[in-house]
């Protein structure tokens, strides 16, 4: 299929590509990496008139992880810089996984941990462990600059909280707790090169009794935005990890998803999935915490 005629703006700032935006409206759409939104010009299912490339606006490449303040992920940074990032791996392995094994390495070179979360597709490689590590938005816009906790951003499939003219700056994560794992799970019918049948993240934090002081559940492809699985986390949240607990807490999680049948897999299979691929995260996210409280190098 041929693409449709566009023009390709190149700003050099933010502040220049929020004006473009209030000038053109709903004729431009903005392009980070370009493997969402490409493929949808190419499909017909958009046709932009003007398409504002980010990619000359300098700064916004940034992978940055500093003790004190944490991890920022620009608008820029590629899936496979965050992937290999090492604080990513080592304090954010939820994160590391997902980026690591959204799509293909060509499409990970291109695309952005930003771009995967501003296309808002439920879902989403990276928006389940972003929402168990707490992630924030920053947001800029003509008349200045907001954030948005990652779990306000999503609003439905391909609907974002983002309004008229407002450009995702980064993506901003707070440092990582003591005594803390997490652990991304993806189901997907060709492994790691399509996209999620079911996405689970889980994230543990352990008191020095070995209890679970906080516990965070995310969800992806079985609801109609990637979302936390409250009423799981709070079954473990304070107690010392079982199997049965562990047990009861993913089957919560499945009860809280809402899955359709589509393509990729039926809704109660996808529902028992969500059992299955909780209980393998939160098992994971507890050995990495585990280790961590012996004192053992990951
Ligand atoms: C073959 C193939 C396999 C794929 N496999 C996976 C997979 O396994 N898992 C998965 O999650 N995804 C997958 N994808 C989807 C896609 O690659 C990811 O969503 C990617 O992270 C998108 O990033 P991008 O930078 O290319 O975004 P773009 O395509 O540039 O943008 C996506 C959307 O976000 C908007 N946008 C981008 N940046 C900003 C910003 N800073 N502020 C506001 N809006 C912005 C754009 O306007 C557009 O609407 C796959 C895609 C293909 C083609």
């Not at 529902?271 to 995260?281: H, I, N, P, Q």
């Amino acid at each position: 299929m041929s693409m449709p005629r566009f023009s390709y703006l190149a700003p050099r700032s933010l502040k220049e590509a929020c004006a473009l935006l209030a000038e053109h409206g709903d004729k431009a759409r903005l392009m980070a990496g370009g493997t969402d939104l490409l493929i949808r010009m190419s499909q017909r299912a958009m046709s932009p008139d003007y398409l504002i490339g980010l990619r000359n606006v300098s700064g916004l490449d940034r992978v940055e992880f500093d003790a004190g303040t944490g991890l920022a992920i620009g608008a820029m940074a590629p899936l496979s810089a965050v992937a290999e990032f090492e604080p990513v791996r080592r304090y954010y392995p939820a994160l590391a996984r997902s980026a690591g094994m959204t799509a293909t390495v060509q499409i990970r070179n291109m695309g952005t941990v930003v771009g995967n979360l501003c296309n808002a597709a439920p879902s989403a490689d990276n928006a389940s462990p972003l929402l168990v590590h707490d992630a924030e938005v920053r947001i800029v816009h003509p008349g200045g600059e907001r954030t948005l906790p990652l779990a306000e951003f999503f609003r439905g499939p391909g609907l974002t909280a983002l309004e008229k003219g407002e450009i995702v700056r980064e993506v901003r994560v707070s440092p990582p707790g003591q005594r803390t794992g997490s652990s991304y799970q993806k189901l997907s019918a060709r492994s790691k090169v399509d996209i999620a049948a079911v996405g689970a993240a889980a994230l543990v934090r352990l008191d020095e009794e070995g209890n679970c002081a906080s516990v965070r559940i995310a969800l992806g492809a079985v609801a109609p935005v990637p979302l936390r699985a409250r009423a799981a986390e709070k079954i473990l949240a304070g107690q010392r990890p079982t199997d049965e607990l562990l047990a009861r807490t993913s089957a919560r999680a499945a009860e809280e998803s809402s899955p359709i049948t589509d393509i990729r897999a039926s809704g109660p299979y996808r529902r028992l999935m969500v059992e299955v691929l909780t209980a393998r995260a939160l098992r994971e996210a507890l050995d990495l915490a585990s280790a961590l409280q012996a004192g053992c190098e990951i």
